[in-house]
């Protein structure tokens, strides 16, 4: 990797290999294999060694972020492939981004309601206990 990076400092362009990045991120090796093997990430090759770039990079925060709000491999392969190569989609992506986010908001906001209903009725079986077993005990 070292000769890569060398050269690539000489070209002006970062480049990282996959424990570099897996460092980076707070991920194993084998989950940016696996985003690859989905197609969400698409790394240069020299040899068997996978190179990869800012861009990369930049792709690999938008995945994780993605999938920290809960969004689904082949939601976040959409949102990525509509931006295009020089962001031509970016209209598209914002609108595809508007759509999923407003049904992950309304699922939940339902998914609340439900903890709250559930929430309620576990406090009145869980206050009439209380008072059962204090009538008991006296």
């Known amino acids: 990797m070292d000769d890569v990076r060398s050269s690539s400092r000489d070209a002006g362009e970062a480049l990282y290999g996959i424990a570099d990045l897996a460092e980076a991120f707070g991920v194993t090796p084998r989950a940016i294999r696996f985003y690859e093997d989905k197609g969400l990430l698409h790394p ?5 060694q996978r190179i990869y770039t800012e861009a990369d990079k ?13 969004s689904k491999l082949s939601d976040i392969k959409t949102f990525l492939d ?4 020089e962001g031509e989609g970016r209209e598209r ?18 998914k609340r309601a439900q903890i709250d209903t ?3 009725e576990l406090k009145v079986i869980h206050d009439g206990a209380k008072e059962r077993l204090a009538r008991r005990v006296r």
């Open 44 to 48: 240069r090759r020299v040899g068997q």
């Open 58 to 70: 930049r792709r690999l925060s938008l995945i994780l972020r993605a999938k920290a709000i809960g």
């Open 82 to 85: 509509l931006y295009g190569r």
């Open 93 to 110: 992506q914002l609108r595809f981004v508007i759509e999923k986010t407003a049904e992950k908001i309304a699922e939940l906001e339902d």
């Open 118 to 120: 559930t929430l309620a």
